[in-house]
């Protein structure tokens, strides 16, 4: 889902809001009287648990919607098929906000005949949202009935269910569409249902309209039906079988363009008439990721159809819904005037990411919740395979290592926890789409096919979707599929020699049993192992934490090492069981460098005199690294520093070298951390100590700061060099940068805002334009003019940094209203205004006062 990010600028904020939200909202676990005895039109429910009962489940749902746009209110209409396991007299399905009028129930033989339905009375439990439909004498088992319904509701405020959004024409006209967003547990805001991932179905949707508007839903339009009065009736064709949560319709007067991929499927990119000229890069970036997926699963595209939409209010990145995803603006389109590099990136990798979901998620389903990694964490992961291959220019291996970073920074916390967790209520369900979830998942799966090797791990993926499409799955489905490819494996040895070597090294290794029990140990339980080598090479495992005491020896891993030392460039491997091992190396050993090109997820202290030796070899010749080990080892000294572990001065010696660094990548991990510290002093008003780290950075980075120049020249990486490395000079008041954005924003603003800048350098120019009162001034007014998200993203991050707080609280205003600033940046925005050492204390006192109103406007989760 899609879906860190940009999304990861909520963190600080949703972390705050939602642990305090599950003091206020989160359910109780209820002993069964009290669920039983909860009243309802004078009755007891019949049911007493969170997850519904199986002795129904559906076949079949042919649904009628009617959103009218005016009155933002929807009506509608469904026959749900359903087939009885169980006698019983309820039907127990999922039903939140919305009004029945009507309930009938029809034997599905009789539906020719003229005979009247039983009505069906209609119960409700609103605290587990449910309904509970009575029929008036026993449903038999193995007989099948039709359960027609008739409901009403109001299009949602908010960004959950049948929604309404909102958005502004060039000429300032706003304009109301109707979309859904249904996962995990919303699907039941638009039509009652049976919402749980289990209870898959197909679905046949209707939509009515207005002539003015066009209906999307998962399936292509097959008919079109005039109605009295005006009204149009879509028609669209049956689904395949799935899940609740994956339903999708849409109602808007968008546009699109279109292509057919080489195996016949129809992608069309939808959005607003204003911003069609920026869905052509989505369009080709679907269609060759679209391909890359049908011939590496090895598995065509079910569907006949493609379509993606840019929606104007949207709570997370993207919603992979089977044939209809949906996206926020800045995640499907591009604009190449004012996007940036990493722009691109970004778009790609999240259209990558749903695209990856129409296997991963929604050909296998994860059984229950508590298993969302198997979507999440395979479409994060998919992220990397696919652009890698089709978009190499775009080095998204190197972005990688920041989700893994990222990931590890959450797992390190006390209140992170494991990747497979219990999760029964809406609230505790919606806790589970967070960085563990996504990032870790995908960090461990990295990791998996690293131990595996590509070929075997590709051979199990293909083999879990073949036996499980249709259907869900759990972790130890997974588990069996990549020990049945590797117990297979010996006709992939002319593909990959060096896993032949590997596997007949490590035979063992390839049991099912043995597989899962390695990755339980990641999946079972939280955190991250540290492992300790000494100067014997001595292992030991302990569960690595910011927090010294947090150290506990119950935690233990199944850790797939890897190694290189100074005397042999080959990669050795090495399963670390046991709390403590040895190794003996061959030859003599100047140093030893773990997890190569950080292909593991563990943090790795070399103990004695080990880091010296590896600040030596730095020193001397860091090419002898890799630069992905490079960057592992900066990450690896700052993260053991902040755990208590390293000197502060020892990792500090680790970036001494960097003045020579060749490596983009490595160089913004290095300064990354310099520049953090940087601004721990600058908040902590630590004046002679910010100043002289200020004047070391601009003092032992002049060379590259100067070299930067202020255009979109350059690879991927050269361009994300640049746009953080002029950003960073520029807010050390580096007196050339500070001259040269000044220069540039001038002319921009003569122009009227029409000058087109380098896309790369925008949000540094427009932060320093933004320093000077008529600068601030014409940034908000071209903020609520531009017609790009990019573009606006960086307008509103360039308004936060202003040093006037009458200006900064203007801007939180602005955001609760939701008008100029849309409430789906408000959580981005308040984080913002929080990095602003002058902004700290007023984000604090702002969220404290208006904490009930924030938990109503905020959602909470990381979807992607």
Request: hydrophobic residues 40%.
């Amino acid at each position: 889902m899609a879906s860190l990010c940009r999304l990861c600028s909520l963190v600080l904020v949703l972390q705050l809001l939602h642990i305090y939200s599950l003091g206020i909202y989160g359910f109780k676990h209820q002993t069964s009287k009290d669920n039983v005895t909860s009243p309802t039109n004078g009755k007891l429910f019949p049911w007493n648990k969170m997850r519904l009962p199986d002795m129904i489940v559906p076949i079949q749902y042919d649904l009628c919607v009617h959103p009218n746009l005016t009155t933002v209110r929807f009506t509608g209409l469904e026959r749900i098929e359903i087939f009885v396991r169980e006698n019983t007299r309820f039907i127990i399905l999922h039903s939140k906000d919305l009004e029945i009028t009507s309930a009938v129930l029809l034997p599905k033989d009789d539906l020719g005949s003229s005979k009247p339905g039983k009505q069906l009375q209609v119960l409700e439990h609103s605290a587990h949202e449910q309904i509970a439909l009575q029929a008036p004498e026993v449903l038999t088992a193995g007989q099948r009935f039709l359960v027609v319904i008739e409901f009403h509701g109001r299009l949602a405020d908010g960004f959950d269910g049948f929604y309404k959004s909102t958005y502004k024409t060039r000429d300032g006209e706003t304009r109301i569409i109707a979309t859904t967003d249904f996962e995990p547990t919303s699907a039941r805001m638009a039509f009652p249902c049976f919402d749980e991932p289990s209870f898959k179905a197909n679905f046949a949707i209707t939509i009515r309209r207005e002539r003015k508007h066009i209906a999307l839903s998962n399936m292509p339009k097959i008919k079109t039906i005039e109605l009295e009065g005006g009204l149009l009736e879509d028609h669209f064709d049956v689904t395949v079988k799935m899940s609740t949560y994956l339903v999708a319709y849409i109602v808007c007067d968008f546009k699109s363009v279109q292509a057919t991929t080489s195996s016949g499927i129809k992608v069309s990119i939808y959005a607003s008439p204003d911003k069609w000229s920026q869905t052509h890069y989505a369009l080709e970036a679907a269609v060759k990721l679209l391909e890359f997926y049908e011939k590496y699963f090895d598995i065509s595209f079910p569907l006949p159809k493609l379509d993606l939409v840019a929606i104007p209010d949207f709570q997370s990145g993207a919603m992979e819904n089977w044939g209809l995803i949906t996206y926020r603006e800045t995640s499907l389109l591009y604009d190449p005037k004012t996007s940036s590099a990493f722009d691109k990136l970004w778009v790609t990798k999240v259209i990558g990411h749903e695209l990856a979901h129409q296997w991963f998620g929604n050909l296998v389903t994860m059984e229950w919740w508590n298993d969302i990694w198997l979507n999440e964490g395979f479409a994060r992961f998919m992220e990397l395979v696919s652009v890698s291959a089709m978009y190499s220019e775009l080095q998204i291996e190197d972005y990688f290592l920041n989700v893994c970073f990222g990931a590890i920074a959450r797992d390190s916390l006390n209140s992170s926890h494991p990747i497979s967790n219990p999760a029964e209520t809406p609230t505790q369900i919606k806790e589970m789409f967070d960085t563990v979830s996504y990032d870790k998942g995908a960090c461990i799966l990295k990791m998996l096919q690293n131990f595996l090797s590509e070929a075997v791990f590709r051979k199990g993926l293909i083999h879990y979707l073949k036996k499980y499409s249709y259907r869900n799955a759990k972790n130890n489905d997974l588990w069996n599929s990549m020990a049945n490819a590797s117990s297979t494996s010996s006709s992939w040895c002319q593909e990959t020699r060096s896993f032949c070597l590997w596997s007949f090294q490590f035979s063992h290794m390839w049991k099912l049993t043995e597989i899962e029990e390695m990755m339980n140990t990641w999946t079972l339980q939280k955190g991250i192992p540290l492992t300790q080598v000494s100067k014997s090479v001595v292992f030991c495992e302990s569960k690595f934490s910011f927090i010294v005491f947090f150290l506990s020896p119950r935690y233990f891993w199944h850790i797939p090492l890897t190694y290189v030392t100074s005397s042999s460039n080959t990669v050795h491997r090495h399963i670390l069981k046991t709390k403590t091992d040895t190794l003996e190396l061959e030859g003599e050993v100047a140093w030893v460098k773990f997890n190569v090109d950080m292909n593991g997820y563990y943090i790795v202290h070399y103990e004695e005199n080990g880091w010296d030796n590896i600040i030596k070899v730095l020193d001397q010749n860091h090419t002898l690294f890799s630069h992905k080990d490079r960057v592992n080892l900066i990450h690896n000294a700052f993260q053991l520093v902040s755990g208590g572990r390293l000197s502060l001065d020892k990792a500090l010696d680790l970036t001494r070298y960097l003045r020579r660094e060749s490596s983009n990548v490595v160089l913004l991990q290095g300064l990354g951390y310099l520049e953090m510290f940087y601004h721990m002093m600058e908040r902590r008003n630590i004046s002679d100590v910010t100043e002289n780290l200020k004047r070391y950075i601009l003092q032992h980075f002049k060379l590259v700061i100067d070299r930067q120049t202020w255009s979109d020249e350059g690879s991927v990486s050269d361009r994300i060099l640049r746009s953080d490395l002029l950003g960073l000079a520029c807010k050390l008041q580096y007196p050339p940068c500070i001259q040269k954005a000044n220069e540039l924003f001038s002319k921009w603003m003569g122009s009227g805002g029409m000058l087109n800048l380098p896309a790369d350098v925008l949000k540094t120019v427009y932060s320093v334009g933004a320093q000077k009162i008529a600068g601030w001034n014409y940034l908000l007014k071209q903020y609520s003019l531009s017609m790009s998200g990019a573009e606006k993203n960086k307008i509103l991050y360039a308004l936060t940094t202003s040093k006037d707080c009458e200006k900064l609280t203007k801007l939180i205003e602005l955001g609760m209203e939701g008008e100029v600033i849309k409430t789906q940046d408000l959580a981005a925005l308040l984080h913002a205004v929080a990095r602003n050492p002058e902004g700290q204390g007023l984000a604090w006192n702002f969220v404290r006062k208006n904490w009930n109103k924030l938990l109503k406007k905020l959602v909470f989760g990381y979807l992607l």
